[in-house]
């Protein structure tokens, strides 16, 4: 991990700390009821994890192969399964035929792999994810298979905590709205516009919340979202929450794995 991004990292956890302790300080001052003390602990806790991981786990990063390695070649299986290296138009390409069916797959020339079904290129990243949703630039980081559930969790635990941020600062408007003092009317315009902020983050992350909601419902990522891929399958809303919630295998960096 590189300096600038160990950098960053530290300071989206010094913001989150003060989130953290800002909504903890309002809800002291509202709030004495031991369960909703217990609860909004609770969603503090399940929101600090989700960022640890989404800060330090792979999200499914498959490893380069030093050298291309390719030649033309063709390979029948006795049970009718044709696999054929080739370069066609300026790139090399895999095509797999199965009675009767083609399937055709790019070859990174970055990764010297191939990109089969559910692996990507990030370009920030510089490095193939396995089932890449997209990459978050403020995490700094893909959103990818073994880290998506912990996204979702993330985004919408941080809707309850920045409303609670808005409450402080709107408390924190209250206080000084009325002082006549030239510095404290200093303050309280800041504190306007930080109100003003943090409403406009909270409807922001509200529409991101439908949105990815509506992903994972249809079972489908923002990538294939953005590029408009169409299904050819019936949605199933079931089987596609089921995918968030059961616990799935973890993708490590072995330069063995999905490649050809």
Request: charged content about 20%.
């Amino acid at each position: 991990m590189s300096y600038d991004k160990k950098e960053k990292r530290l300071k989206i956890l010094c913001i989150h700390l003060l989130l953290y302790v800002s909504s903890f300080l309002y809800f002291i001052h509202v709030y004495s009821s031991f369960y909703e003390y217990l609860v909004f602990l609770i969603v503090l806790y399940i929101n600090f994890l989700s960022l640890i991981n989404l800060l330090l786990v792979n999200p499914g990063y498959i490893c380069k192969k030093i050298k291309n390695m390719n030649i033309k070649e063709e390979v029948c299986y006795e049970n009718g399964i044709e696999v054929l290296k080739n370069f066609i138009e300026s790139h090399w390409v895999l095509i797999i035929k199965k009675s009767g069916d083609q399937v055709t797959y790019k070859y990174c020339e970055e990764c010297n792999i191939y990109k089969i079904k559910g692996i990507s290129h990030c370009y920030d990243c510089n490095c193939c994810v396995h089932e890449m949703d997209h990459h978050c630039y403020w995490l700094d980081t893909c959103i990818a298979r073994n880290n998506i559930r912990e996204f979702y969790v993330y985004l919408f635990t941080n809707i309850f905590i920045i409303s609670y941020f808005s409450l402080f600062v709107n408390y924190l408007y209250n206080l000084t709205y009325e002082l006549d003092n030239s510095l404290y009317r200093f303050i309280f315009y800041f504190i306007s516009f930080l109100l003003l902020t943090c409403y406009l983050f909270l409807f922001i992350l509200s529409l991101f919340s439908i949105y990815y909601l509506y992903l994972a419902i249809t079972g489908i990522k923002s990538r294939e979202f953005i590029k408009n891929i169409k299904r050819t399958d019936k949605i199933k809303v079931r089987a596609c929450l089921m995918e968030y919630l059961v616990d799935h295998k973890i993708i490590s960096c072995n330069s063995n794995h999905n490649t050809i």
